[in-house]
């Protein structure tokens, strides 16, 4: 199942090593009004370019340096976790950046700011671009400092500061040709297993996904249910579900795809044998895969459909599923009722493209998708931009699809 977030991206600030870390740069000396935005900004960003040089040296002491010390003890002790966790990971690239513009100063008080904060990284080998996470921090002013005081302060708005697994304990990795798998020390086995698991699903992908990609993800692997959907930040019922790619999309000046995470809902996943666990990674590389070339106008059938039919092994026979109502599901039906329901859409999805790889060869799927997915803003509504790529692609329009596949 794709996720699709909105998300920016910042530009990464140069990394600088050493003592200095830990200077009176920690906090600039601004004196700030609600009506100063500007000397705000500067301020907030002067403390993250403080933890940008801390966390580049390891030095955990300066990271600290730029928290609140009237903060509570839970805040800080997750502050010194977050760093734990961001040093055990292989970062290539990590910035942070305040950001004033979009969404203003949702601090009411005038010795405290609460703008967007982003966190753009990568980790070194397995990302072709930049994670960018949306963090919520407030900045509190202290005497002639700013400090970072929480990330909560708005969660009752429903913004939530984005989590990692580190932000919920030890992070340990499992590294191969094409993935890295993050876990918590006591799933060690597991993700052993799952790294070959995925290993095999990867050979597989290599022989079906015909446009360009890294050939490379990160795979997350949480303690449990409650732990996915605080990374994920799910409103959904991940009981229902196995599996999960993610990716955001960068807004700043169009639609941009950043690099995608692979998330396991293991206690579902693993109770299914080695076979299905294979079939189900190959289906979520499907998606990693279409990260590059897919936009927002890429409708769910479409997503989930070409990477049900790659994982299925690309048949292109396949009839409608019983039940079906002979209409393509909704986004909405992938995600909401029951469980018989999200499979039908499922399978009625995959079918569609069974048939459209039947009628017009089994280069057409990814195809339409990838000529769905380079419109990023475009007037019309999805239908009307999937029936423009089809009758470029096909010949025929998204209503004839319909009608032949529902008589099929």
């Known amino acids: 199942m794709a996720r699709r977030v909105v998300a920016g991206l910042a530009a990464l600030a140069a990394a600088l090593a050493g003592a200095a870390a830990a200077s009176s740069t920690d906090g600039a000396a601004v004196e700030r009004g609600q009506s100063d935005p500007a000397a705000a900004v500067d301020a907030a960003n002067a403390v993250l370019d403080a933890r940008e040089r801390a966390l580049a040296a390891g030095d955990q002491q300066a990271w600290m340096a730029t928290v609140d010390p009237e903060?509570?003890?839970?805040?800080?002790?997750?502050?010194?976790?977050?760093?734990?966790?961001?040093?055990?990971?292989?970062?290539?690239?990590?910035?942070?950046?305040?950001?004033?513009?979009?969404t203003g100063d949702l601090a009411p008080e005038a010795d405290r700011f609460l703008p967007e904060t982003r966190m753009s990284y990568r980790f070194d080998r397995y990302d072709d671009r930049d994670v960018v996470d949306t963090l919520w921090l407030t900045f509190v002013q202290r005497g002639d400092r700013?400090?970072?005081?929480?990330?909560?302060?708005?969660?009752?708005?429903?913004?939530?500061?984005?989590?990692?697994?580190?932000?919920?304990?030890?992070?340990?990795?499992?590294?191969?040709?094409?993935?890295?798998?993050?876990?918590?020390?006591?799933?060690?086995?597991?993700?052993?297993?799952l790294a070959a698991i995925a290993e095999d699903a990867m050979a597989r992908v290599v022989g079906l996904w015909d446009k360009p990609w890294s050939r490379a993800i990160p795979i997350v692997l949480p303690a449990d249910v409650d732990e996915l959907e605080q990374l994920l930040q799910s409103?959904?019922?991940?009981?229902?579900?196995?599996?999960?790619?993610?990716?955001?999309?960068?807004?700043?000046?169009?639609?941009?795809?950043?690099?995608?995470?692979?998330?396991?809902?293991?206690?579902?996943?693993?109770?299914?044998?080695?076979?299905?666990?294979?079939?189900?990674?190959?289906?979520?590389?499907?998606?990693?895969?279409?990260?590059p070339v897919a936009g927002p106008l890429v409708p769910a059938w479409l997503h989930e459909g070409v990477a049900d039919w790659l994982a299925t092994g690309r048949r292109t026979n396949e009839g409608r599923p019983r039940g079906s109502d002979g209409?393509?599901?909704?986004?909405?039906?992938?995600?909401?009722?029951?469980?018989?329901?999200?499979?039908?859409?499922?399978?009625?999805?995959?079918?569609?493209?069974?048939?459209?790889?039947?009628?017009?060869?089994?280069?057409?799927?990814?195809?339409?998708?990838?000529?769905?997915?380079?419109?990023?803003?475009?007037p019309g509504s999805v239908d009307r931009r999937v029936d423009d790529a089809l009758r470029a692609l096909a010949g025929f329009g998204l209503p004839d699809l319909q009608r032949d596949w529902s008589r099929r």
């Open 235 to 291: 409103t959904i019922d991940l009981d229902k579900f196995v599996a999960f790619v993610s990716y955001g999309a960068v807004r700043d000046t169009g639609w941009q795809a950043t690099a995608p995470r692979m998330y396991i809902q293991d206690q579902n996943l693993s109770a299914y044998g080695r076979d299905f666990q294979v079939e189900t990674i190959v289906h979520e590389l499907a998606h990693a895969a279409g990260a």
């Open 71 to 102: 903060a509570p003890d839970a805040f800080k002790d997750a502050q010194a976790r977050h760093f734990a966790g961001l040093r055990s990971v292989p970062l290539e690239r990590f910035a942070l950046e305040a950001r004033f513009g979009d």
């Open 146 to 193: 700013w400090l970072v005081a929480s990330d909560t302060d708005v969660a009752d708005l429903g913004l939530d500061t984005s989590r990692g697994l580190w932000d919920f304990g030890e992070v340990r990795t499992r590294a191969t040709d094409h993935f890295i798998v993050l876990h918590h020390p006591e799933q060690a086995d597991r993700a052993d297993a």
């Open 327 to 378: 209409v393509l599901p909704r986004d909405y039906e992938f995600t909401t009722g029951s469980q018989e329901g999200i499979i039908r859409s499922y399978a009625e999805s995959r079918s569609v493209i069974s048939y459209l790889a039947g009628k017009a060869g089994t280069g057409a799927p990814t195809s339409l998708f990838a000529a769905v997915g380079e419109a990023k803003v475009a």
